[in-house]
């Protein structure tokens, strides 16, 4: 049996990174950028009014106040989208718009608080002549070419996230798609002949299968693509069928079938179909966790070895086993740097046992009161229950050699992002 770190070590040197795909820029958010981009084009491409205002000579308006306005000619009106027409000759103002590219001649722009005109709103007719009541300084609210992006800046790097910004700054230079990390393809089923669907009805005493769903939202909320194969019966057949069909994916995962009961088909289907490269994890919950290789094509076709995820059949253990497990394989196919989980320090409101000498991982709720964190299991019992889980935002972690840590002692929790 391994411990956790020695397990997830042996799990990462077995995962490649995936091939990257050209993607649209809103279907790129979340992905890992595949190649440096280089911004082709300033912006803004030439020098643009910061504000509505004035476009102005800033010695025509030298010494202006409220008490001693300078009143200039107002020759023309700029919009954003549009170019001045007759440039600035001195002692004259030209009104102009936020965005809208400078006049030439014209050196500031004052903003319409400034002068005479409060606001540009519902006037059918600008007014011939302005009273401009502040001095300004040349370059005053004038935003410069190439001052947010600079031509020839690197404006997004090979193994960044692609997020909101990004997406900003490759739209900017006119890019409408981007190559990227794809996201991994993963098979999820689900083993038991007890379970049913939800929606059909039970027959006792079958229970309702929620696993599946779970473990899909968990592997999209990491940035893959969930294929729910469904319920395998508690037969070779039935499940070897099942995990052939997802060898056509970039990794299966199963829940089920990993412990040491009569029916727990999984663990043994693998021996016989692959690989075995863990067989059990020094953790509570999800001890009984296999990983394993299996023969396989993957979506592109071509032979390879499929990573496969052999969860607990339990909810809780089996997204413990996820989060500690899966997930930063699922990351590492994705390309992502940091595959650690976010943690803190946070006090315990409660004591924690720890009788087996394994990691245990213990669901918790997170509150930070007075600049300090503090954390509390919301259901007492060891591993939670699938109910007391919807609360929990975050894993404490007890080491293998603790047995005990005590109400007020600080503990490492690993952040749960489910509910954020």
Not at 28 to 44: F, K, M, T, Y
Not at 201 to 228: D, E, F, H, K, M
Not at 279 to 308: C, D, E, N, W, Y
Request: proline content about 6%.
């Amino acid at each position: 049996m391994l411990s956790v770190d020695e397990a997830l070590g042996k799990i990462l040197s077995c995962i490649d990174i995936l091939e990257a795909e050209d993607r649209p820029l809103l279907g790129s958010l979340g992905q890992i950028a595949a190649e440096d981009v280089h911004a082709e084009i300033d912006v803004p491409s030439r020098d643009s009014s910061a504000r509505d205002g004035f476009a102005v000579r800033a010695r025509d308006i030298q010494g202006a106040s409220p008490g001693n306005p300078r009143i200039l000619p107002v020759i023309e009106t700029v919009m954003a989208g549009f170019a001045s027409k007759r440039g600035l000759s001195p002692g004259t103002a030209i009104r102009i718009m936020t965005g809208a590219p400078m006049p030439p001649g014209a050196d500031c722009v004052v903003s319409f608080e400034d002068t005479g005109e409060m606001t540009a709103v519902g006037k059918k007719r600008p007014a011939k002549r302005v009273s401009i009541l502040k001095a300004e300084k040349k370059g005053a609210n004038i935003k410069r070419s190439g001052e947010q992006v600079a031509r020839g800046s690197l404006i997004l790097s090979r193994g960044a996230a692609i997020g909101p910004v990004e997406l900003n700054l490759l739209a900017s230079q006119g890019y409408t798609r981007v190559k990227a990390i794809r996201r991994p393809l993963v098979a999820i089923i689900d083993t038991g002949q007890e379970l049913a669907n939800p929606g059909r009805q039970l027959r006792l005493p079958q229970i309702y299968n929620g696993n599946g769903l779970s473990i899909a939202a968990l592997v999209q909320r990491c940035g893959g693509t969930a294929w729910i194969l469904g319920i395998a019966k508690d037969t070779k057949r039935s499940i070897s069928a099942k995990i052939r069909r997802g060898t056509r994916a970039d990794a299966i995962v199963t829940t089920g079938g990993v412990s040491s009961g009569d029916r727990d088909l999984v663990k043994d289907l693998l021996a016989e179909m692959g690989q075995i490269m863990v067989r059990q994890v020094r953790m509570v919950p999800g001890k009984a966790f296999t990983f394993a290789l299996v023969p396989g094509t993957g979506p592109s076709g071509s032979a390879r070895q499929i990573p496969h995820f052999a969860l607990s059949g339990n909810p809780p253990a089996a997204m413990a086993n996820f989060e500690i497990l899966a997930r930063p394989a699922l990351l590492k196919m994705q390309g992502a740097s940091g595959l650690a989980p976010r943690t803190l320090e946070a006090v315990m409101e409660e004591s924690l046992v720890n009788d087996e000498a394994l990691r245990r991982f213990a669901w918790v709720s997170v509150e930070q009161r007075q600049g300090c964190y503090y954390a509390r299991q919301p259901d007492s019992k060891a591993g939670g229950t699938l109910g007391s889980m919807a609360s929990a935002d975050g894993l404490a972690v007890i080491p293998e050699d603790v047995a005990l840590v005590k109400k007020g002692e600080k503990i490492r929790v690993i952040l749960l992002d489910w509910h954020h």
